[in-house]
């Protein structure tokens, strides 16, 4: 049988390879006229002028631009930390992240979470030079802290305005991730006050969402746009997900700032209420006859709103002379007015309005 199927087999051989023969003359055939084709089709094919290269010359030079200017501001920074091992020893752990120098006096902008019970903290320059860095302060609610070192001449970051940046916008991300250092990065804007769980219990808020490619060691890294402007500081990504990273914006790093230089923490303005953001939902839940403003869920016992006179089911519809849409709104005007500030809430309570003098207090810690 097995020579029979090899005799058959040698005759379809011969056979197909005559097919394949004719087979292949006619291909040969059709991919010279194809070719002829496209040749043809390339040397026709238009070619951009100088007035259409143009727009994508001058992006091309804004992103070098403002790459060079940022990139030199932007730090390595290495931290040792001690964790217990396997078996319960207490052992080194090296850590990486980026920073921005943002005044000549030294003072760096990062993540608290990369330099979180760092025993050690290292900076390094892009120049090469190396500091010890002191941590000034740290803030985890919004994952921020100031690292400090000595020495003149630093390169400093220009701090822009994240109000005034559109969904859409070109934006650049420069950070060292992988230990990569100066790795510059391009993309849009995404999104804007977006919020996120970054563990339990603890979720990060207002955040600028971006495509640019944000990788672990970016962390504490800059955000700019093409002016050279910081406009975030590089916090967080989704696992597994690409083209979804998070900054936060750099108004509200300006003001942490300022409290962790002063006074190595943040002091947080406090009203002491637990409310909600009248959404049409929230309205038609307590047959509210407006669907804008923050309902008051309740007040805490003896807190500045509970002082002031403030109950369950009062909903703030302006702050002095500032019209309250959304809860993001009251916690943005709590926060500028300051602790021991007095300030006029128009409220309104079961279908009249009422103003009431608040005295805000220094916000608890947890």
Not at 197 to 226: C, F, M, Y
Request: aromatic share 6%.
């Amino acid at each position: 049988m097995r020579r029979v199927k090899m005799k058959y087999s040698e005759l379809n051989l011969k056979k197909q390879i005559r097919s394949f023969s004719i087979f292949f003359i006619v291909l040969a055939g059709l991919m010279l006229t194809m070719n002829g084709s496209l040749l043809c089709a390339s040397s026709s094919q238009p070619t951009l002028n100088a007035e259409q290269e143009a727009p994508l010359s001058i992006l091309q030079k804004a992103i070098i631009a403002a790459s060079e200017k940022v990139t030199p501001a932007v730090v390595n920074i290495s931290t040792v930390r001690i964790v217990a091992d396997f078996f319960l020893n207490l052992v080194p752990q090296e850590g990486l992240g980026s920073g921005v120098i943002f005044d000549s006096k030294g003072y760096i902008l990062t993540n608290e979470h990369v330099i979180h019970e760092a025993k050690e903290i290292k900076v390094i320059l892009t120049d090469g030079r190396e500091f010890k860095g002191e941590l000034i302060g740290s803030d985890p609610v919004t994952d921020l802290a100031v690292v400090k070192i000595k020495s003149e001449n630093l390169p400093v970051a220009e701090l822009g305005d994240s109000e005034k940046i559109k969904v859409g916008e070109f934006c650049i991300a420069i950070g060292n991730p992988f230990g990569l250092q100066s790795t510059v990065t391009f993309g849009v804007i995404s999104a804007l006050d977006r919020s996120i769980r970054i563990e339990p219990g603890k979720v990060l808020e207002n955040l600028i969402q971006t495509d640019t490619a944000i990788n672990p060691g970016n962390s504490g890294g800059a955000l700019i746009n093409l002016k050279g402007e910081i406009i975030g500081i590089n916090t967080a990504i989704i696992p597994y997900a690409q083209g979804i990273g998070f900054a936060i914006p750099i108004n509200t790093a300006k003001g942490i700032v300022e409290n962790l230089i002063k006074y190595g923490r943040v002091i947080r303005p406090w009203l002491g209420i637990y409310y909600l953001p009248v959404t049409p939902q929230v309205a038609s839940r307590f047959k509210l006859s407006l669907d804008y403003g923050v309902y008051i869920a309740s007040v805490v016992p003896n807190g500045p709103a509970d002082k002031a006179g403030l109950i369950e089911g009062d909903v703030i519809i302006r702050f002095n002379d500032q019209e309250l849409k959304t809860s993001e709104d009251l916690k943005s005007a709590i926060y500028k007015a300051g602790i021991r500030k007095r300030v006029s809430l128009t409220i309104l309570r079961k279908g009249k309005l009422k103003i009431v003098q608040v005295t805000l207090e220094e916000r608890p810690e947890e």
